[in-house]
């Protein structure tokens, strides 16, 4: 009886102190004071929640749903996420009873003073455990479980958002290629009519042999440039064919051959939306909670814990006796440290140095993100400057070249001045695709480094059973 009465009062403090927590774990980490309240400029008009549909190309539409669809990367991640969220739910088993069965059929002999023995014995029997959670070890280490996978989902999201970012990269770099190629054509075109004049006037001898060898020498370094650009354009093709999961030879759509107009600057919001539109800043503090749970734990292990376990069942010398005779038994075992040589303190101190190392980390990240929003500012905003400058550049060479070339025809001027103002003008005109170019990299940055929330709605591929919510708790 007094020996029950122990049990029971075990038991009781066992279950009073159920939840008791013995580090205070802050799953909201502060925002830092680094956010700024605005930033340096912004738009009016909305940003599309896919936000590759801001520049109206239904050929960057298809091309990114085919990557999202088929990239072999996201495929990866998502094979990650299942595996963090079995780790999960391993975690979360630890705080349920297990329950298991064992079956025996045995036969033994024994030679006691000279005795011999021999006997069957059989038994079936179930056994129960249960660890009671008495400092919320067991849930901080469920719950650090939880908090990894849902950081694993912000990690796919990151390679969803990088995927939809070089496809869209890939693609305008095939465009302004193409652009180029064009006007590499239009410009041999235009030399080789030079070239027609050139040599009409040499035939009637008003121009001299140098000039005809100079315009061919223009020609010459004009068409050198093509299989440079019919390099990077094939290059680029095959990235782009590989980003969608598919052979390098895939060709790429052949509709769109000229660079977009930009569209309106979009209205950029506060910098603290970063916290809500990244998914790395949002998986940055995630593990920083989840590196907190695992303090929690650490504490906790430095505690005793209480055990439960229970068996029942059958046991008999016969296996047609086995269902007559009925056993039980139940216990519970209380078991903590006296002595680990600072084991267990060290683990303490080392989730808590893990805790502001993710701090740390979690900052920096924010602080790229904000950065990244800067520089795409600031890069599209000179690069308009320099587009503009080469445009007014264009111009003033057409106009020269205009008038060199009539100078030249009426035989007041030399044919040295027009091949000047020739190359000035064909060398301004491949300048101006790629400064276009390369403001068209910068908005995609700037929409990339804006983020948003589109990735929350991503399914994974068929196949596989791939969790599409939190796993429970």
């Known amino acids: 009886m007094k020996a029950k009465k122990r049990l029971c009062c075990v038991l009781l403090t066992a279950f009073m102190t159920v939840g008791c927590s013995l580090h205070k774990v802050r799953e909201n980490v502060?925002?830092?004071?680094?956010?700024?309240?605005?930033?340096?400029?912004?738009?009016?008009?909305?940003?599309?929640?896919?936000?590759?549909?801001?520049?109206?190309?239904?050929?960057?539409?298809?091309?990114?749903?085919?990557v999202l669809n088929q990239n072999l990367d996201l495929r990866g991640a998502w094979a990650r996420l299942v595996q963090f969220d079995a780790l999960a739910r391993q975690a979360g088993a630890l705080r349920m009873p297990e329950v298991t069965y064992t079956g025996i059929a045995s036969r033994a002999r024994t030679n006691t003073f000279g005795q011999v023995v021999e006997g069957n014995l059989f038994s079936a029997q179930a056994g129960v455990s249960y660890e009671v959670d008495l400092w919320n070890r067991l849930s901080s280490q469920q719950r650090a479980g939880l908090l990894d996978y849902r950081a694993s989902r912000q990690d796919l999201e990151i390679v969803a958002f990088s995927l939809t970012g070089a496809t869209a990269r890939t693609w305008y770099g095939i465009v302004a290629q193409r652009e180029q190629l064009t006007l590499l054509e239009e410009q041999i075109e235009v030399n080789r009519k030079f070239l027609e004049v050139i040599e009409a006037r040499f035939a009637n001898g008003v121009a001299s042999a140098v000039d005809v060898f100079q315009q061919r020498e223009n020609l010459a370094s004009i068409q050198a440039q093509i299989p440079s650009a019919r390099l990077s354009l094939e290059l680029l093709e095959h990235q782009l064919a590989t980003l969608a999961g598919e052979a390098p030879l895939t060709p790429a759509p052949e509709e769109r051959r000229t660079l977009p107009e930009l569209p309106p600057l979009p209205s950029l919001g506060v910098p603290a939306d970063l916290?809500?539109?990244?998914?790395?800043?949002?998986?940055?503090?995630?593990?920083?909670?989840?590196?907190?749970?695992?303090?929690?734990?650490?504490?906790?292990?430095?505690?005793?814990?209480?055990?439960?376990?229970?068996?029942?069942?059958?046991?008999?010398?016969?296996?047609?006796?086995?269902?007559?005779?009925?056993?039980?038994?139940?216990?519970?075992?209380?078991?903590?440290?006296?002595?680990?040589?600072?084991?267990?303190?060290?683990?303490?101190?080392?989730?808590?140095?893990?805790?502001?190392?993710?701090?740390?980390?979690?900052?920096?990240?924010?602080?790229?993100?904000?950065?990244?929003?800067?520089?795409?500012?600031?890069?599209?905003?000179?690069?308009?400057?320099?587009?503009?400058?080469?445009?007014?550049?264009?111009?003033?060479?057409?106009?020269?070249?205009?008038?060199?070339?009539?100078?030249?025809?009426?035989?007041?001027?030399?044919?040295?001045?027009?091949?000047?103002?020739?190359?000035?003008?064909?060398?301004?005109?491949?300048?101006?695709?790629?400064?276009?170019?390369?403001?068209?990299?910068?908005?995609?940055?700037?929409?990339?480094?804006?983020?948003?929330?589109?990735?929350?709605?991503?399914?994974?591929?068929?196949?596989?059973?791939?969790?599409?919510?939190?796993?429970?708790?």
């Open 30 to 66: 502060p925002v830092p004071e680094i956010i700024p309240e605005t930033y340096s400029t912004g738009g009016e008009a909305v940003l599309p929640e896919t936000w590759w549909t801001a520049f109206g190309d239904s050929e960057l539409d298809r091309l990114s749903d085919r």
């Open 275 to 473: 916290l809500q539109n990244r998914p790395d800043v949002r998986a940055a503090m995630l593990r920083v909670a989840a590196a907190d749970h695992r303090v929690a734990v650490a504490v906790a292990d430095q505690y005793p814990s209480l055990r439960l376990t229970g068996e029942a069942g059958f046991q008999a010398d016969e296996l047609g006796d086995l269902f007559s005779d009925f056993v039980w038994s139940a216990a519970a075992s209380l078991i903590g440290p006296i002595f680990d040589a600072g084991r267990r303190q060290a683990e303490v101190d080392r989730t808590e140095a893990v805790v502001v190392e993710r701090l740390a980390v979690y900052e920096a990240v924010l602080l790229d993100a904000l950065r990244e929003v800067e520089d795409a500012l600031t890069s599209e905003h000179r690069r308009g400057q320099l587009i503009e400058r080469l445009e007014n550049q264009q111009g003033l060479a057409e106009k020269a070249l205009e008038a060199a070339g009539a100078r030249y025809l009426r035989g007041v001027g030399n044919y040295l001045t027009v091949l000047t103002e020739t190359q000035a003008l064909q060398r301004v005109q491949r300048e101006l695709i790629n400064a276009r170019q390369a403001r068209v990299l910068d908005r995609i940055d700037l929409y990339m480094a804006l983020g948003g929330t589109w990735t929350e709605n991503l399914t994974g591929p068929a196949g596989i059973a791939y969790p599409e919510g939190d796993t429970d708790e």
